[in-house]
């Protein structure tokens, strides 16, 4: 099983049966414009993605989307929200994971989606709360679990050290990595990242 982006800003399933490779759509996106570039406002585009199957071989999709993007003091204004798809009954269903309303706030800007041996669904994500400016003030990493149609949430690590980039020296959660073990208890793989010398330390 593959999670995949394409030039066209779709993104697909891709499965391998080990003779042939099998494709098909979970979604699309409205911009279809570089991803970091500066570029006008409102621009809608997927920035991270991670893939986890299950026993049944169901698989599940979480991913953030970036939801503006504008010329700010010092840089670009962005704000991303966090959404999960997976497939029921032969169609793709999408919800929201992390929606932040109109805030600048980054709510994914690292991503990982996995299930436990007892079917547990859990994602690992990084959060971002920005200032008006784009400068974020705390770095967080976030827990969610899925019970039913809804999900949880909780900081598991936190730094607050003035801006993220630029005058602050310490953040935490980037590129979190997350895994079950065999009695299905979660483990996270993630750095803390020093702007100043961008020294990284792997914490688990």
């Known amino acids: 099983h593959f999670a995949v982006l394409n030039d066209s800003m779709e993104l697909h399933h891709v499965t391998f049966n080990g003779i042939t490779f099998s494709k098909e759509l979970v979604t699309t996106f409205s911009d279809r414009t570089i991803m970091w570039g500066f570029d006008s406002p409102h621009q809608f585009r997927p920035r991270n993605l991670s893939l986890s199957v ?4 169901t ?4 991913y953030s989307v970036d939801q503006v993007r504008q010329s700010v003091s010092g840089g670009t204004l962005q704000t991303s929200k966090l959404y999960y798809s997976t497939k029921k009954a032969g169609n793709w269903n999408k919800s929201t994971l992390i929606d932040h309303g109109i805030s600048t706030d980054d709510a994914g800007l690292g991503v990982s989606i996995a299930v436990a ?10 959060y971002l709360p920005r200032a008006g400016t784009g400068s974020p003030g705390v770095a967080q990493l ?9 999900w949880s949430s909780e900081i598991i690590s936190q730094v607050s050290d003035n801006y993220f ?37 792997f914490s688990y």
Do not use: M
Request: proline share 6%; aromatic share 8%.
């Open 142 to 150: 976030r827990y969610l679990v899925k019970n039913g149609n809804e």
């Open 165 to 201: 980039s630029g005058d602050g020296q310490r953040g935490t959660g980037l590129y979190p990595y997350l895994v079950f073990d065999g009695s299905s208890s979660p483990h996270i793989v993630f750095t803390d990242h020093a702007s100043e010398h961008l020294h990284t330390a």
């Open 54 to 57: 299950d026993n049944s071989s």
């Open 59 to 62: 698989p599940h999709i979480v």
């Open 117 to 126: 041996p007892n079917g547990t669904i859990a994602v690992a994500s990084t």
